[in-house]
Nanobody, 125 residues
Framework: DVQLQASGGGLVQVGGSLRLSCAASGFTFDDYAIGWFRQASGKEREGITCFKSSDGTKYYADSVKGRFTIVSDNAKKTVYLYMNSLKPEDTAMYYC??????????????????WGKGTLVTVSS
């Protein structure tokens, strides 16, 4: 079974940094793409980044470009989301998800097939 476990959320001040982790199991890591999504209270889910293990392609939403970085450790089957220059509007539940590589091409519109439980990030002003 595909399993994804997100962790690393917490409370951070504006301008601070945080690293989220997504530990994956139950599938061949190199054959899948991993995405990070977030959902703030009362708002729709937002796809913020996607990474294709097959060719290293990375996608970022405009809202996080230049501040967030997705990094994969294939040996550990773990994908990290480095979040810098955090803003109050980054407060949300963050989820990692997995799907076949082509899902990255439209992950923001269609999401992904496999989801882990979220980890809460709160940015205080």
């Amino acid at each position: 079974d595909v399993q994804l476990q997100a962790s690393g959320g917490g409370l951070v001040q504006v301008g601070g940094s945080l690293r989220l982790s997504c530990a994956a199991s139950g599938f061949t890591f190199d054959d899948y793409a991993i995405g990070w999504f977030r959902q703030a209270s009362g708002k729709e889910r937002e796809g913020i980044t996607c990474f294709k293990s097959s060719d290293g392609t990375k996608y970022y939403a405009d809202s996080v470009k230049g501040r967030f970085t997705i990094v994969s450790d294939n040996a550990k089957k773990t994908v990290y989301l480095y979040m810098n220059s955090l803003k109050p509007e980054d407060t949300a539940m963050y989820y990692c998800a997995a799907d076949r590589p082509w899902a990255c091409d439209d992950y923001q519109d269609y999401g992904m097939d496999y989801w882990g439980k979220g980890t809460l990030v709160t940015v205080s002003s």
